[in-house]
């Protein structure tokens, strides 16, 4: 017999199987309908953007002036070593809070320098077997690294300015997380084909396991949605008002060209002459679908990407978002 809801349906199952060296599969269940893709998106760029790792930001070679210089007795000249130490993937085992930690090294050929021996009791290296330098008979090579705590990337230019004067600048990659992506799957529950399951294929570069990356992602979700569970009613109406126009109007200004739509869909759009994602926002699935010449593939390709992005077609904006936003589109059209 058919119910009405009064609440969605909360997921009940979750299952965790390691599928390869730091690569994890994590499959969640059931979702309502439309509530895997919400989920999963943020979740899976906050893994990708969000995850902390240390990379090293500086470098310092004895007797070396510059990235295009060259050291004696070693095969590589300094542009490749640095390539090659971009690549190393440091583990921290004792470093400080503010994430950063100067580390001297000597070795003496001949010898082939790798990942391994850059290893000391602050920092372990994930993939000991990359390849750094050939150190020639009779050579030494002395160097220093800064290592960093970050989350993302930092282009050199960014670092320059927050190193000693004799260092060399790299750009960082801090992401751990080297693949995040999602499958949503249909399930049956109760007879119902149209719940949903999420499931995650993780994989890191070792400095984190792939779960400890996918809880400090669910982490910071929390973090950053907790300021919407303080109690905003003693906010002024106008921050109010502001803060709808944040959420809704930021999203919904941005330009239909950005959707990555098909030619056919695109240009039934344009002629129509909506430029804006709001203006779809604003139409009623009946005012969608009689727009000339929108065909059925179209239209279930704009619901496709209205549903990405969190608004499905006919969904019910606040009066005074909806007042705001046909305001803008009109100026911004005019």
Not at 13 to 21: F, L, Q, R, S, Y
Not at 61 to 68: D, R
Not at 167 to 176: C, E, N, Q, R, V
Not at 270 to 294: F, P
Request: include cysteine.
């Amino acid at each position: 017999m058919k119910t009405i809801k009064i609440a969605p349906y909360i997921p009940t199952d979750i299952n965790i199987e390691e599928i390869g060296k730091n690569r994890i599969r994590i499959s969640a269940y059931p979702f309502e309908s439309g509530y895997a893709i919400t989920l999963a998106h943020p979740v899976r760029r906050l893994l990708l953007s969000s995850s902390v790792g240390y990379a090293p930001i500086a470098l310092k070679i004895e007797g070396v002036a510059h990235e295009f210089d060259s050291v004696r007795g070693i095969s590589e000249d300094v542009s490749p070593f640095i390539v090659n130490l971009k690549n190393i993937r440091f583990i921290n085992k004792a470093l400080e809070n503010d994430g950063q930690v100067i580390v001297d090294y000597s070795f003496k050929g001949p010898m082939s320098l790798t990942g391994a021996d850059l290893e000391n009791d602050i920092l372990d290296v994930a993939n000991k077997d990359s390849y750094l330098a050939t150190i020639n008979e009779d050579a030494v090579l002395n160097f220093s690294i800064i290592v960093q705590k970050g989350i993302g990337y930092v282009p050199s230019e960014d670092i320059r300015g927050i190193i000693p004067e004799n260092y060399i600048p790299l750009d960082a990659y801090f992401t751990p997380v080297k693949r995040a992506v999602y499958e949503i799957e249909n399930v049956l529950v109760e007879d119902n084909p149209t719940y949903e399951k999420i499931v995650f294929d993780i994989e890191t570069d070792g400095q984190i396991e792939p779960y400890v990356a996918f809880k400090e992602a669910i982490a910071i979700m929390h973090s950053q949605m907790s300021i919407f569970g303080a109690d905003i009613s003693s906010v002024p109406l106008a921050s109010k008002n502001s803060l709808e126009e944040t959420v809704e109007l930021k999203d919904l200004m941005i330009k239909i060209d950005t959707l990555n739509l098909s030619a056919r869909c695109f240009n039934c759009l344009d002629r129509t002459g909506i430029r804006y994602i709001g203006e779809m926002v604003l139409m009623s699935e009946n005012e969608l679908k009689n727009i000339k010449n929108m065909g059925k593939k179209s239209y279930d390709e704009i619901a496709e990407k209205l549903q990405e992005l969190g608004y499905p077609v006919g969904s019910e904006l606040p009066e005074e978002v909806k007042s705001s936003l046909s305001k803008k589109i009109t100026k911004m059209k005019s």
